[in-house]
């Protein structure tokens, strides 16, 4: 008699993405978008996500700038910029802020892309895939 079982494994071919945020409902609509294509990791705090960057490779971040504790995005992107001289390491912010100047604010302080929230899942998809490529 044959005995079926579930054999699982870890698709080494996906891009590691690394999502930095507080929110939970956010957390889980970033990781429904992105699952699918890519393997996935939250981090709630700049603290913990800072961490994780340094024990383990990921390919892309996306960093929420509004975080709580000691370090918000600004000083996460700031950190992995200049002391983890991660300076090709594509980053995305993903913010509320949506002033005028926010963007370029944001670019200039090191991040590749910033997509104001709420985000559009196409959106994305599109700039992750294009800052992969």
């Given at each position: 008699m044959i005995i079926p079982f579930l054999i699982t494994t870890v698709n080494s071919?996906?891009?590691?993405?690394?999502?930095?945020e507080d929110n939970v409902e956010t957390q889980l609509i970033y990781k429904v978008y992105l699952r699918s294509f890519y393997d996935v990791e939250i981090a709630?705090?700049?603290?913990?996500?800072?961490?994780?960057?340094?024990?383990?490779?990921?390919?892309?971040l996306l960093l929420d700038i509004n975080l709580p504790g000691k370090l918000n995005g600004e000083d996460v992107l700031k950190i992995i910029r200049k002391e983890l001289k991660l300076s090709n390491f594509p980053i995305i912010v993903l913010t509320a802020y949506a002033l005028r100047g926010d963007r370029e604010k944001f670019i200039n302080?090191?991040?590749?892309?910033?997509?104001?929230?709420?985000?559009?899942?196409?959106?994305?998809?599109?700039?992750v895939k294009k800052l992969l490529a």
């Open positions: 071919e996906k891009k590691k993405v690394l999502i930095i709630d705090t700049g603290e913990s996500g800072l961490e994780l960057l340094k024990q383990k490779k990921f390919d892309i302080m090191g991040a590749n892309n910033y997509i104001s929230k709420p985000v559009d899942k196409s959106v994305l998809l599109e700039e």
